[in-house]
C-alpha cells in the first residue's frame, strides 16, 4: 500500500500566486485533514473532513480552501500565495472520527517569495 | 477550542539517561492522546496513545501517563538511545463529539548524546 501521498514534495510560488497541494490515500478512511508545520508552533489544523462531501475549517483556515469530492482525495488549494504561507504542509488520514490512528504524508514544503 | 500547550521546546539528555515531556490541554471533554515523533525530514508517526479509561500505558521504553483531573500527560522514554532523537508532538482529541479534530502542542526537540 502507498499509504498517504502528497504531491508535490517541494514549491516555490510567488505572492499572489495560486496552487493547488495533492492528496492522496489508498486505505479507504473517512477522516482526512491538513496540518502546516512551523518552526516553535508544533502541527496546526488548517481543514478536515470526515468524508467525501463534507469539510470544516481547522485552527487557521483562512488564506485556503479544500473540496472532498472522493474518498481517496483531499486537495488544499491556496488562493492567493503570501509569504505567511511559507510553511510544510502534512495531510493525514485515519479510518474515522473515532480516534484511531492518523497516518501522515511525506509532506511539502512550500516557499512564498 | 481546545489547547495543547507541551514543555519543554527542547531537551538534551545523555545516552542512558531517561526523559519526559509533558503536556496540558485545556479541554476536558478530551479523552484520546496520542504522541507522535518525527524524525528530521521525515513524516510525523505515531508512537504510543492513551485513552481517557486509562491512567499509564507502557510499551517497551516508552510509556505515556494521564491526569484527567489535572488535565496533564506525560511521555516517558527511559535508557534513551541516540535514535530517540527526534521532535516528539503530543495531542489531544475529544473523538466523534468534536467530528474528531487533533490538535497538536508545539513540539519538542530530544537530543540524545552519545
Known amino acids: 500500500n502507498a499509504g498517504v501521498t502528497q504531491t508535490p514534495k517541494f514549491q516555490v510560488l510567488k505572492t499572489g500566486q495560486s496552487m493547488t497541494l495533492q492528496c492522496a490515500q489508498d486505505?479507504?478512511?473517512?477522516?482526512m485533514s491538513w496540518y502546516r508545520q512551523d518552526p516553535g508552533m508544533g502541527l496546526r489544523l488548517i481543514h478536515y473532513?470526515?468524508?467525501?462531501?463534507?469539510?470544516d475549517q481547522g485552527e487557521v483556515p483562512n488564506g485556503y480552501n479544500v473540496s472532498r469530492s472522493t474518498t481517496e482525495d483531499f486537495p488544499l488549494r491556496l488562493l492567493s500565495a503570501a509569504p505567511s504561507q511559507t510553511s510544510v504542509y502534512f495531510c493525514?488520514?485515519?479510518?474515522?472520527?473515532?480516534?484511531?490512528?492518523?497516518?501522515f504524508g511525506q509532506g511539502t514544503r512550500l516557499t512564498v517569495v | 477550542g481546545e489547547n495543547v500547550e507541551q514543555h519543554p521546546s527542547t531537551l538534551s539528555v545523555q545516552e542512558g539517561d531517561s526523559a519526559v515531556i509533558k503536556c496540558t490541554y485545556s479541554?476536558?471533554?478530551?479523552?484520546?492522546f496520542p504522541w507522535y515523533k518525527q524524525e528530521l525530514g521525515k513524516r510525523p508517526q505515531l508512537i504510543i496513545d492513551?485513552?481517557?479509561?486509562?491512567g499509564e500505558k507502557k510499551d517497551q521504553r516508552i510509556a505515556v501517563t494521564l491526569n484527567k483531573t489535572a488535565k496533564h500527560f506525560s511521555l516517558h522514554i527511559t535508557e534513551t538511545q541516540p535514535e530517540d532523537s527526534a521532535v516528539y508532538f503530543c495531542?489531544?482529541?475529544?473523538?466523534?463529539?468534536?467530528?474528531?479534530?487533533?490538535?497538536f502542542g508545539q513540539g519538542t526537540t530530544l537530543q540524545v548524546k552519545p
Open positions: 493525514a488520514s485515519s479510518l474515522d472520527n473515532s480516534n484511531t490512528e492518523a497516518f
Open positions: 492513551i485513552r481517557s479509561n486509562v
Open positions: 473532513s470526515v468524508g467525501a462531501g463534507i469539510t
Open positions: 479541554d476536558s471533554a478530551s479523552n484520546y
Open positions: 486505505m479507504n478512511h473517512e477522516y
Open positions: 495531542a489531544a482529541s475529544r473523538g466523534s463529539s468534536n467530528t474528531g479534530k487533533l490538535i
